[in-house]
């Protein structure tokens, strides 16, 4: 392979990453162009994780054999079974040396070792009817962050030293794309999450919201809203300063991410202030009703506050034709707001109080009103 075929092959494999959305597709992109670039039929991409010891398997792409699945749940090899990565790591690295990538072929032993021996990745390429691979460490901030595996078929040309040397650049190609990829991700993290409580945050809710509706719109998908304020905050931060009520916060936050696992998939996530809210996305009516009723019972129970108003609004209950995001929270707020008034202890749901529901009707009176909409996603665009 000439220099310039091989510098157009880092370009794609560079390409590839920085096109990817999450670490997964960033995996993916890595091992895929790595396999290209070396002229190979199979390539993985592991990690490895210190404390547990081993090497994880976190995608395999090309010709898998049977138990190879592109994205292994289950996938991982113990560190002992690797010895030259330790060799490596505090041996040849700790005393100086360059983090090379080498070749390992079918026909074994490791060079250096004692008669009789078979490497663990030779009796691998024979297993798996592979004639040769190359290995190269991934170094992330000057540790070891897991290595780059390509192999050919049993029968096509073994790497040669100029593949191996070619592999450690691609190493450190795809150790730029890891790190760019895990910068993005916490940065989507950060804007996705209120800081205080960990759960989602109000920019994360109108997404998903938004999404949700225009699958119920489509496909009927039954979308499910519950909106609570958290009672007696502010009596807490007068009495007991701000830092209690911030632990009064995170404890019910911990109470709506409890509650909320009762329901598969859906999204817990603090508003703003004291206002929280679960988005529920499949999920019958009456199970969110249920979770709901067992948050208002949890919450009640906490040594601070004074328990939580709870309203809820699901397209699988009478309330109307939902076809915006809005009209579903102008609903569940409205419960919320009755659940408030009446400081009732268990939640209000919309549309189920017969044909002229109070909370309908007071999400749907002049929609610009603030009687009718008393409090609007923050920002949300009219």
Not at 118 to 136: D, M, T
């Amino acid at each position: 392979m000439g220099e310039d075929t091989r510098l157009v092959a880092v370009v794609a494999l560079a390409q590839g990453m920085a096109a990817a959305h999450g670490s997964r597709e960033a995996w993916r992109a890595a091992a895929v162009g790595a396999c290209r670039a070396l002229g190979g039929s199979f390539a993985a991409l592991s990690v490895w994780e210190r404390e547990l010891g081993r090497l994880r398997v976190l995608v395999n792409v090309g010709e898998r054999v049977v138990g190879e699945e592109e994205f292994p749940e289950g996938e991982a090899y113990p560190v002992h079974q690797f010895p030259e990565i330790t060799e490596f790591l505090h041996e040849r690295w700790a005393g100086g040396g360059e983090p090379n990538a080498w070749v390992e072929t079918a026909e074994g032993p490791a060079a250096g070792r004692r008669p009789g021996y078979v490497h663990q990745r030779v009796a691998a390429l024979r297993r798996r009817g592979r004639g040769c691979c190359v290995v190269a460490p991934i170094v992330l901030n000057g540790r070891a962050w897991g290595e780059l595996y390509v192999a050919r078929p049993a029968g096509a040309a073994v790497f040669g030293r100029e593949d191996a040397d070619f592999a450690t650049v691609l190493a450190a190609v795809v150790a730029a794309g890891i790190a760019q990829a895990e910068r993005l991700e916490e940065a989507r993290r950060l804007a996705f999450t209120d800081a205080l409580t960990g759960l989602a945050n109000r920019r994360a809710v109108d997404v998903r919201l938004d999404e949700a509706v225009e699958r119920h719109k489509r496909d009927g998908v039954v979308v499910s809203l519950v909106v609570c304020d958290l009672n007696g905050l502010k009596k807490v931060n007068d009495s007991c300063g701000h830092a209690v009520g911030d632990r009064l916060l995170e404890r019910f936050g911990s109470v709506l991410s409890l509650c909320g696992a009762m329901l598969p998939g859906a999204l817990a996530a603090r508003l703003g202030g004291d206002e929280f809210c679960l988005l529920a996305v499949g999920p019958s009516a009456d199970e969110v009703v249920r979770a709901a009723d067992e948050l208002c019972r949890r919450a009640g129970e906490l040594e601070l506050g004074e328990g939580v108003a709870c309203g809820v609004a699901s397209t699988g209950d009478a309330i109307g034709p939902v076809r915006s995001a809005r009209r579903l929270f102008r609903l569940a707020d409205a419960a919320q707001y009755r659940a408030k008034a009446e400081r009732a202890v268990r939640p209000v749901v919309a549309g189920r109080a017969g044909a002229d529901d109070p909370v309908v009707r007071l999400a749907d009176t002049a929609t610009s009103g603030a009687s009718a909409e008393r409090r609007r996603f923050r920002g949300r665009r009219p």
